[in-house]
């Protein structure tokens, strides 16, 4: 059955995104709504729109069963999750297939195993990816302290000690030498039982100042699986990706090869297919260890798409058609230049990067050379209190790092969002940074960095900005008073618009 | 037109006329008349052309409270305020004396108070923790001082704008 209708079960930038991606596929798109959201940007845009009724996800964007409802009764014939909300969640995906529709994404059965943690670790260790060191089996309490010694040993140092039932760090210790081991341990297994009630802990080396470098990948229902040129996602801030880039800076094109490998090797073990990523922390010396594989369309893919001439959203819809993959290996492995993404949020960086919600008043979109901007937002709209704060990701693509850099630059200067505060400000400060300039990153630095510069403004006001606004103040102020004489005085305020032009006509002769 | 213009926590006066031209404003700063090239592309965007040739695209947001402004400068937000008359003490911007209300500067959900009325608090401590976006944001205080009054409860579910805490 030819697929005609497609349902975006999500908002935002990425509904949007997909829905282009549908456009140009000549294929019909159904959006959904909350009630904050009836004049968003990807409802507007949809060919339909239906709504969820309420505002919270719980109510709206994360309800199975009023989305079903909708695609039956706009007859749509397949669902695109986008990322967040349900796109990982495996009852969707059986719910979509019960109900006769295509899901645009893998399997349930894949999205369950690929979605926790242990299988998903085994899956790698059985598809022979290198994983983080660490012990097989839980240290359980009756384990003696020799023995203890001896897994630990085997593990390498520094380590963490982890309790089995652990979050939240509760349980937890850092190892750098063998000497304090049996004394953590002791600690980490008492701490584990009173907030667990399970004193069983386990040994995993701890990476120090990794970088964040992932392979996406597309597989299609026929075998064939074809990793990409990787992203480096390592300026995080409090773990959330904030830049990120493709290809990876002082990346070697054997570590790309080898890791590339290993992606697609855990794909096939896992039976993955359509859109995917596969993340991996990579140490000081260039090893690198699996992380985790997020079963969906990431935030960051556009940077792939920049470097790769590959539309993914395309492919992912190609895919669940059934399309056989025709793409080059060697083109998909092969970055054409470099591209660089900035996630905007409605974020007052200056006040510790506190969400910012409310109306966009004016809006100055950059453009010109190497710029894309995957926006969900436009003037008039009130970013809302419900969802995630992120309005927009402006991505940067030049011949080589520094010529995206530098356009990235200057298309930050060109960004203007009025009614709220943005994260642009900050990404000025971040890309002028010499470790960043350098290429030179890992996960702990910009948390450390913003620790150190506590609270400094990201970009400073200096005399010039004082003097501009000043001159603004009494201009507007001013243009206001003689606009509200001439409303009052009769016959002027009529003067029509082409009197006027042609009076400064005259006077340019 | 006389204006009393704030910002950057001082107080200058300028004098504005029209100038010769279409669009010139002529402004007298102290000793000194700058005759700026004055373009208003209307919804506040006004393209300035300084003596010098300098260009500004700027943007001029209307604030609630009268006379109050966000300039928008080459990326960066400066609030003004403007009036005609001259104001006896400080507008907000500058304010360090008396009491010092911390508001919510987003509706969402207050999920811990931290403070009491009577607790002696730091610069930057947190006062008051808000639930909004999926995030918990922990308002601080702006300078050290007494907590006066409490004017909210845990899981109450506040507007933007709305005092949380008093200090003094």
Not at chain 1, 96 to 121: N, Q, W, Y
Not at chain 1, 208 to 213: A, D, E, I, M, Y
Not at chain 1, 443 to 455: F, H, N, P, Y
């Amino acid at each position: 059955m030819p697929m005609k209708t497609i349902l975006i079960a999500n908002r935002g930038e990425i509904a949007v995104r997909i829905m282009r991606a549908c456009r140009e596929m000549g294929l019909g798109t159904v959006a959904i709504y909350s009630d904050v959201d009836r004049e968003a940007r990807h409802v507007r845009y949809a060919d339909r729109a239906f709504p969820l009724v309420g505002n919270a996800p719980s109510d709206t964007y994360l309800r199975i069963d009023k989305i079903l409802d909708i695609a039956r009764l706009s007859g749509a014939d397949a669902v695109h999750p986008g990322y967040g909300f349900l796109a990982e969640n495996e009852a969707f995906a059986q719910a979509c297939l019960e109900a006769g529709l295509t899901f645009i994404g893998p399997t349930p059965d894949v999205i369950a195993r690929m979605g926790s943690k242990t299988t998903a670790r085994d899956c790698a260790i059985a598809a022979g990816a290198p994983v983080v060191p660490g012990t097989q089996t839980p240290v359980t309490p009756d384990v003696a302290d020799a023995e203890v010694q001896r897994l630990a040993d085997a593990v390498g140092y520094p380590l963490m000690v982890k309790a089995v039932a652990g979050g939240g760090g509760k349980g937890m210790r850092e190892v750098r030498e063998a000497a304090t081991l049996v004394d953590a341990v002791r600690t980490a297994r008492s701490e584990a039982l009173g907030a667990f009630g399970d004193a069983a802990v386990y040994f995993e080396r701890r990476v120090l100042r990794p970088r964040h470098v992932e392979i996406q990948l597309l597989a299609d229902q026929h075998g064939t699986v074809i990793p990409f040129v990787e992203r480096e996602c390592s300026v995080q801030r409090r773990h959330q990706k904030v830049i990120e880039e493709s290809p990876a800076p002082r990346f070697s094109d054997d570590l790309r090869r080898r890791m590339a490998d290993a992606a697609a090797a855990v794909a096939r073990a896992a039976g993955y297919t359509n859109a995917g990523t596969i993340e991996f922390l990579v140490d000081a010396d260039d090893a690198f260890y699996f992380l985790e594989m997020n079963t969906r369309l990431q935030v960051e893919h556009p940077v792939t798409e920049m470097v790769t001439g590959v539309d993914l959203v395309q492919w992912q819809i190609r895919i669940a058609r059934g399309e056989r993959l025709t793409l080059s290996p060697e083109q998909a492995l092969t970055p054409r230049g470099h591209a660089i993404e900035c996630r905007v949020y409605a974020e007052d960086p200056d006040q510790r990067f506190m969400p910012r919600p409310g109306r966009i008043t004016s809006l100055a979109v950059p453009g010109g050379p190497g710029i894309r901007d995957d926006s969900g937002v436009e003037v008039g709209f009130e970013v809302p209190i419900y969802y995630d704060s992120m309005i927009s990701k402006l991505i940067a693509w030049g011949t080589d790092r520094e010529q995206a850099r530098c356009r990235m630059l200057r298309a930050l200067g060109e960004y203007h969002v009025g009614g709220i505060p943005t994260t642009l400000p900050f990404f000025r400060w971040m890309l002028e940074q010499p470790a960043f300039i350098r290429g030179e990153l890992d996960t702990t630095m910009l948390d450390a960095e913003l620790e150190r510069r506590a609270g400094e403004p990201f970009v400073p006001v200096t005399d010039a900005h004082l003097d501009a606004a000043l001159l603004a103040t009494a201009s507007s102020a001013f243009l206001a008073a003689r606009r509200a004489t001439h409303a009052a005085l009769p016959g002027t305020a009529a003067r029509s618009g082409w009197a006027t032009a042609a009076r400064l006509g005259a006077l340019r002769k | 037109m006389r204006l009393h213009i704030e910002q950057g926590g001082r107080v200058r006066q300028v004098t504005v006329s029209s100038g010769a031209l279409p669009g010139e404003v002529a402004l007298h700063l102290d000793d000194t008349v700058l005759v700026c090239d004055v373009r208003d592309l209307g919804h506040g965007r006004l393209s300035l052309r300084l003596p010098d040739g300098s260009m500004r695209d700027v943007v001029v947001e209307m604030d609630p409270i009268p006379g109050h402004r966000t300039v928008h400068v080459q990326g960066v937000r400066v609030p003004t305020m403007a009036s005609t008359r001259v104001r006896r003490g400080a507008s907000g911007v500058a304010a360090h004396a008396g009491p010092l209300r911390i508001v919510a500067p987003m509706p969402g959900k207050v999920v811990r108070l931290p403070v009491r009325p009577g607790d002696r608090v730091e610069a930057h401590q947190p006062v008051v923790v808000i639930e909004a976006m999926k995030m918990e944001n922990a308002l601080s205080a702006g300078r050290a001082g007494t907590v006066r009054e409490v004017l909210v409860q845990e899981g109450m579910s506040v507007e933007a704008g709305r005092p949380l805490v008093v200090l003094e």
